[in-house]
T-cell receptor
């Protein structure tokens, strides 16, 4: 059965800290791995990683896909209180995304 | 285009009643998805459409749940004879099919509370 597992499930840091969120997967017909940020409403898209694009960066956020280890990390440097959210990892196969449970990040001032 | 729209945003109902949610996707998107999310969990796949065809439905989905997408535009998700365990956020998303690597754009969700 397809499975996506994220760790840790929750994390509390202080502003300025660097955090690393983990995602591992066992999914048949892998096509892509996506990271989403969810505040109080809908998940919003951050990155998509595929076999042809295994590393992405946007500002303080970056992500790497390790296809050999079937995993990905999301790094956030110099965290801010606005980074507090649930971070969702999802793996795309034909037709749909399969989500992990999410990592809840709280950034304290 | 204002993104993916869902209606209603909140629905409170009594056990045993039927409820229907509507989703209007981004107009040029040919795929539409329904997910369910409970507190502390990631979104759980329910079903998806490509144009008007329902291509996949979760094995975990009770036959009390039915979804339609007439004419390949908006979609409805109906839950019959609601149970307290149906209480959740129902998320709709849409995408353009690009060789299986789809970025889903989500709506704000419809929160269902079954009393």
């Amino acid at each position: 059965e397809d499975k996506v597992v994220q760790s840790p499930l929750s994390l509390v840091v202080h502003e300025g800290d660097t955090v690393t969120l983990n995602c591992s997967y066992e999914v048949t017909n892998f096509r892509s791995l996506l990271w989403y940020k969810q505040e109080k409403k809908a998940p919003t898209f951050l990155f998509m990683l595929t076999s042809s694009g295994i590393e992405k960066k946007s500002g303080r956020l970056s992500s790497i896909l390790d296809k050999k280890e079937l995993s990905s990390i999301l790094n956030i440097t110099a965290t801010q209180t606005g980074d507090s959210a649930i971070y969702l990892c999802a793996v795309g196969r034909w037709g749909k995304l399969i989500f992990g449970q999410g990592t809840t990040l709280q950034v304290k001032p | 285009d204002t993104g993916v729209s869902q209606d209603p945003r909140h629905k409170i109902t009594k056990r045993g009643q039927n409820v229907t949610f509507r989703c209007d996707p981004i107009s040029e998107h040919n795929r539409l998805y329904w997910y369910r999310q409970t507190l502390g969990q990631g979104p759980e796949f329910l079903t998806y459409f490509q144009n008007e065809a329902q291509l996949e439905k979760s094995r975990l989905l009770s036959d009390r749940f039915s979804a339609e997408r007439p004419k390949g535009s908006f979609s409805t998700l109906e839950i019959q004879r609601t149970e307290q365990g149906d209480s959740a956020m129902y998320l709709c998303a849409s995408s353009i099919d690009r060789s299986g690597a789809n970025v889903l754009t989500f709506g704000a969700g419809s929160r269902l509370t079954v009393l």
